[in-house]
């Protein structure tokens, strides 16, 4: 498994869950063209930008370049890694038609392309033998503890009633799309916050409707 410290942006749900098997990092769907309208997930965007830098991963069709060009023009250049695939025509074998440039996109090109293509774009990779996950804020320490799917269960932030409510709520506070899931919040923590900021964060919130309390001493200790 490969570990890169960038988020990566890629159009749908297939892409990305084929990249994760190849991958550990945080990746962010554009929902194809629904980041034009989505206020909220280009704000994300923008912040996992300037907190880690972010790797473009679209299709080689024309809707992949506009959606490209769009996501290049909403941040600082300097934060941006552009990674191409080659035009392979085919069809993805969850689809009966091909598209209609008859292009694979990410999702349907082989693996090895697709991390040829990372590397030829020149992203910094780490070897790791841990699963795909979550990204993290710093790449410092590969060995690293981040937060776990654990650590929201013992926050009552999955798992429970009300985790639901208490994720948009800590969501809103955070800045965070509040239609996130646990899975893709924890993904976003990790990209942006190392265990002790976001348990200071916690410790900070306000007791109310909705966001949780008597969080453990330390994130993983319930």
Do not use: C
């Not at 704000?43 to 080689?60: F, V």
């Not at 965070?176 to 976003?188: G, H």
């Amino acid at each position: 498994m490969l570990r890169v410290r960038q988020a990566i942006i890629v159009e749908g749900r297939y892409d990305k869950a084929k990249l994760h098997s190849l991958v550990d990092a945080t990746i962010v769907t554009t929902d194809g063209f629904g980041v034009f309208r989505n206020r909220e997930k280009l704000a994300y965007i923008r912040r996992l930008a300037a907190q880690t830098g972010i790797i473009i991963l679209t299709d080689s069709d024309a809707a992949g370049f506009r959606i490209r060009g769009f996501l290049a023009g909403a941040v600082d250049p300097s934060q941006v890694t552009h990674v191409y695939i080659p035009d392979l025509f085919g069809k993805e074998r969850r689809k009966t038609q091909p598209s209609a440039e008859g292009k694979l996109g990410v999702e349907g090109i082989p693996a090895q392309t697709r991390l040829a293509a990372l590397r030829r774009a020149g992203v910094a990779v780490e070897e790791t033998s841990a699963p795909a996950g979550a990204g993290k804020a710093s790449s410092a320490d590969a060995s690293a503890r981040r937060l776990t799917k654990a650590d929201f269960v013992a926050w009552g932030l999955s798992g429970g009633a009300d985790s639901a409510a208490r994720r948009r709520a800590l969501l809103s506070r955070l800045g965070l799309p509040e239609r996130m899931s646990a899975n893709a919040m924890l993904a976003a923590v990790n990209a942006l916050y190392t265990p002790e900021e976001f348990e200071r964060l916690l410790a900070g919130m306000p007791e109310e409707k909705g966001t949780h309390r008597d969080f453990p001493d330390h994130p993983g200790q319930p």
